[in-house]
C-alpha cells in the first residue's frame, strides 16, 4: 500500500507562485513514476505533469514553461513549482504513483489551489 499526502496550496494572486509538496510512503518511491494531476469544479480530471523513474518529464501544453515537476528520491517526495499562476489554474491538485503492475495506481487526498485576486 502506498501514501501519498499533498501540501502546498494555498490562494496566490495571479503572477504568483506556489510549490506543491508530496511524499510518498509504503513503497520503493524511486521506481514510481509520479505525476500530478488536477480538476477544478464541474471538470473531468487532467494529467499536469508526469515525471518518470528514470527523471523524463511531461507536462500538459497549457502549463509548459510555467510549471516544473521535479523529485528527490532520498525524501521520498515529487514536487510541483508552479510559476506565472492564472485563474484558470484553479483547481484541488492531486499527486499520483503508478507502475506497470495491475493495480498500481494511488492518489493522495488533493490540495487547493485557488488564484484569485
Known amino acids: 500500500q502506498v501514501q501519498l499526502v499533498e501540501s502546498g496550496g494555498g490562494l496566490v494572486q495571479p503572477g504568483g507562485s506556489l510549490r506543491l509538496s508530496c511524499a510518498a510512503s509504503g513503497s520503493i518511491f524511486s521506481a514510481n513514476t509520479m505525476g500530478w494531476y488536477r480538476q477544478a469544479p464541474g471538470k473531468q480530471r487532467e494529467l499536469v505533469a508526469v515525471i518518470s523513474s528514470g527523471g523524463s518529464t511531461n507536462y500538459v501544453d497549457s502549463v509548459k514553461g510555467r510549471f516544473t515537476i521535479s523529485r528527490d528520491n532520498a525524501k521520498n517526495t515529487v514536487y510541483l513549482q508552479m510559476n506565472s499562476l492564472k485563474p484558470e489554474d484553479t483547481a484541488v491538485y492531486y499527486c499520483?504513483?503508478?507502475?506497470?503492475?495491475?493495480?498500481?495506481?494511488?492518489w493522495g487526498q488533493g490540495t487547493q489551489v485557488t488564484v484569485s485576486s
Open positions: 499520483n504513483a503508478r507502475r506497470g503492475l495491475p493495480g498500481y495506481n494511488y
